[in-house]
Nanobody, 123 residues
Framework: VQLVESGGGSVQSGGSLRLSCAIFSYTYGFQCMGWVRQAPGKGLEYVSRISDQGTTSYADSVKGRFTISQDNAKTTLYLQMNSLKPEDTATYYC??????????????????RGQGTHVTVSS
């Protein structure tokens, strides 16, 4: 299984970016997918998650600004990020898990993670 993120870049505060995560070599469909981020010198931070049924959750810090979604074939995960702030600067990672109980798993407990895509938001 391979998760490949793209869409990162540099934007000014208030701008938008759309991150994508392409899934390779897994045809059964994950029960749970999500995004985490890591700012320089900090640990992994939960951003958002979506279950196989389409239920979503967001960290309070991004609620109302970020939207998680996936395509109908469930081969690509997205994160639409609007009203970006300098504190959103981080490397963003896609995560996936074939197990259930999507919303009780910690960021460290997800089975698969991509290599990340970096987002820089300047003030």
């Amino acid at each position: 299984v391979q998760l490949v993120e793209s869409g990162g870049g540099s934007v000014q505060s208030g701008g938008s970016l759309r991150l994508s995560c392409a899934i390779f070599s897994y045809t059964y469909g994950f029960q749970c997918m999500g995004w985490v981020r890591q700012a320089p010198g900090k640990g992994l931070e939960y951003v958002s998650r979506i279950s196989d049924q389409g239920t979503t959750s967001y960290a309070d810090s991004v609620k109302g600004r970020f939207t998680i979604s996936q395509d109908n074939a469930k081969t690509t995960l997205y994160l639409q990020m609007n009203s970006l702030k300098p504190e959103d600067t981080a490397t963003y990672y896609c995560q996936a898990d074939f197990r259930t109980d999507c919303f009780v798993r910690t960021v460290a407990d997800m089975v698969y993670r991509g290599q990340g895509t970096h987002v820089t938001v300047s003030s």
